[in-house]
Nanobody, 124 residues
Framework: QVQLVESGGGLVQAGGSLRLSCTASGLTFSSYSMGWFRQAPGKEREFVAAIRWSGSSTYYTDSVKGRFTISRDNAKNTVYLQMNSLKPEDTAVYYC?????????????????WGQGTQVTVSS
């Protein structure tokens, strides 16, 4: 049974930082590209960042470039999202997801497994 468990969310003031973690079990983690998505109230779930299985390549949506960093530790079956210079518009539930194979998927249907999400709230 595949499980993705996110942690690290919380309440932070604008300009602050948070680091999200997502630990996977039940799959061969190093065979999967990993992604982070987010969903704000009343909005669709949107792509945030992705990292290739090897960690050699990453991709970000424009609104987080230069502020967020995705990384992974295959020995720990964990993917991270370091979020700096947070803005109120970053407030959302953040989800990690796993996509089998190579590439840097940016759309939801390309991902095979999803976590339950962790809430990030940025106050102004």
């Amino acid at each position: 049974q595949v499980q993705l468990v996110e942690s690290g969310g919380g309440l932070v003031q604008a300009g602050g930082s948070l680091r999200l973690s997502c630990t996977a079990s039940g799959l061969t983690f190093s065979s999967y590209s990993m992604g982070w998505f987010r969903q704000a109230p009343g909005k669709e779930r949107e792509f945030v960042a992705a990292i290739r299985w090897s960690g050699s390549s990453t991709y970000y949506t424009d609104s987080v470039k230069g502020r967020f960093t995705i990384s992974r530790d295959n020995a720990k079956n964990t993917v991270y999202l370091q979020m700096n210079s947070l803005k109120p518009e970053d407030t959302a539930v953040y989800y990690c997801a796993a996509a089998r194979g190579v590439g840097l998927p940016t759309t939801r249907p390309l991902y095979d497994y999803w976590g339950q999400g962790t809430q990030v709230t940025v106050s102004s």
